[in-house]
């Protein structure tokens, strides 16, 4: 079965500092990974997607995420926190074709100055 | 391209009624959609899938004489709440997946409050 793991619940970065949410998963086959970015009370927001070739995506917002086949990981990265990225974060996993994805507990981040 | 939309973002009823919440792909057909539940700081559960012209398929657990799932044409997708009740309480979301870009959008979600 498809699960997804995000080990922190909750980290708190300063403004300007580098970030990286981390994110494993459990996937039978090639998984189809993303990231999503949710505000309070808002939808989800696709920030970036992996489904196959350069293991390394560019995102919106300044993010990327590297897919490691190895450590089964998909971490999200950002060279530098603004205050605005400030929201809960998840990871999802699924597979080609109109199946639902499978979402990670999310990362609650705080940004403070 | 790519938007979904939810209506209405929040409703408030009284345990007992009824409560339609409406899923629309705006620029873009879609044959499949989801619908997921958030319960408050956590995650979102797949509650089921709606596919066009066909009934829905629901996950374990969730039930199907309460939760009526409609999908009358390629860009509308409905939930419906039945007799809720205040542990319906929730926010949902939906999502639609663009044919060919194995990716789901997501609607901005509805916040239900039962009385």
């Known amino acids: 079965a498809q699960s997804v793991t995000q080990p922190d619940i909750h980290i708190t970065v300063s403004e300007g500092a580098s970030l990286e949410l981390r994110c494993n998963y459990s996937?039978?086959?090639?998984?189809?990974l993303f990231w999503y970015v949710q505000s309070p009370g808002q939808g989800l927001q696709l920030l970036l997607k992996?489904?196959?070739?350069?293991?390394l995506v560019q995102g919106i917002k300044g993010f990327e995420a590297e897919f490691k086949r190895s450590q089964s990981s998909f971490n999200l990265r950002k060279p530098s926190v603004h205050w605005s990225d400030a929201a809960e974060y998840f990871c999802?996993?699924?597979?080609?074709?109109?199946?639902?994805?499978?979402f990670g507990k999310g990362t609650r981040l705080s940004v403070i100055a | 391209g790519a938007v979904v939309s939810q209506h209405p973002s929040r409703v408030i009823c009284k345990s007992g009624t009824s409560v339609k919440i409406e899923c629309r792909s705006l620029d873009f057909q879609a044959t499949t959609m989801f619908w997921y539940r958030q319960f408050p700081k956590q995650s979102l559960m797949l509650m089921a899938t709606s596919n066009e012209g066909s009934k829905a398929t629901y996950e374990q657990g969730v039930e199907k004489d309460k939760f009526l799932i409609n999908h009358a044409s390629l860009t509308l997708s409905t939930l419906t709440v039945t007799s809720a009740h205040p542990e319906d309480s929730s926010f949902y979301i939906c999502?639609?997946?663009?044919?060919?870009?194995?990716?789901?959008?997501f609607g901005p979600g509805t916040r239900l409050t039962v009385l």
């Open positions: 999802a996993v699924g597979a080609p074709g109109n199946t639902p994805l499978v």
């Open positions: 996937y039978g086959a090639t998984p189809y």
């Open positions: 999502s639609a997946t663009l044919a060919g870009r194995n990716t789901q959008y």
């Open positions: 992996y489904f196959s070739g350069d293991t």
